[in-house]
């Protein structure tokens, strides 16, 4: 195992088999829409244990960071962590395989039925039940700053920096992430250094 590899407790919950890892993996893209960050908490955090909230927290900022669905690249790391190259596959398979059914059917049938006003009002519920998903994930996982070299008060700082920036001024992400997310490096780097 390299130093970069975490060391996984044998006692600790893990996938059983490659099978298990791909069909909980599908379970998790099936349940996601607009948003699945608060399923995938839930699922990997808090009823299969496979990751601590500090844990969940930290590998889900580097899937942020790296090209792709936030989730997928969360996949890829889990899958990769428990079984190497053929769990990455594996997860990814399974993150991949059963949606893509899902969206060419539901393409087809968007096709047939996207003027009806009943269709438009569905999705508009969809997004506001993501939006709500989200920010109950978010409070949940507050304590898991309690940990971080920064703390509660610095990270929550932060955080509604970023808010502020995105949501009220518009300021581009890419600029937001550019500039907070290297400040924050920065302050962590020396808090770890002191």
Same mark, same amino acid.
Not at 35 to 39: E, N, R, Y
């Given at each position: 195992m390299s130093a970069s590899t975490p060391t996984i407790s044998p006692d600790r919950p893990q996938p059983r088999s490659l099978l298990d890892l791909f069909l909980s993996m599908s379970f998790l893209a099936l349940q996601g829409f607009g948003? !699945? #960050?608060? !399923?995938v908490q839930h699922e990997l955090v808090e009823r299969k244990r496979w990751l601590t909230r500090e844990e969940f927290v930290e590998e889900w900022a580097v899937a942020q960071i790296l090209p792709g669905p936030n989730v997928v690249n969360l996949s890829l790391m889990l899958g990769s962590r428990y079984f190497g190259l053929p769990g990455a596959i594996a997860a990814l398979a399974g993150m991949l395989t059963f949606p893509t059914i899902v969206v060419l059917a539901m393409a087809i049938a968007y096709a047939q039925y996207a003027q009806h006003p009943g269709v438009a009002g569905a999705l508009r519920g969809m997004g506001a039940v993501a939006a709500g998903l989200i920010i109950a994930s978010g409070l949940k996982l507050v304590t898991a700053l309690n940990r971080h070299p920064l703390g509660r008060p610095a990270g929550l700082t932060i955080a509604g #920096? *970023?808010?502020v920036a995105v949501a009220l001024w518009h300021v581009p992400l890419a600029w937001v992430l550019g500039i907070l997310g290297t400040l924050? *490096?920065?302050l962590t780097w020396h808090r770890i250094r002191a």
């Open positions: 948003g !699945v #960050l608060a !399923v #920096l *970023c808010f924050s *490096c920065v």
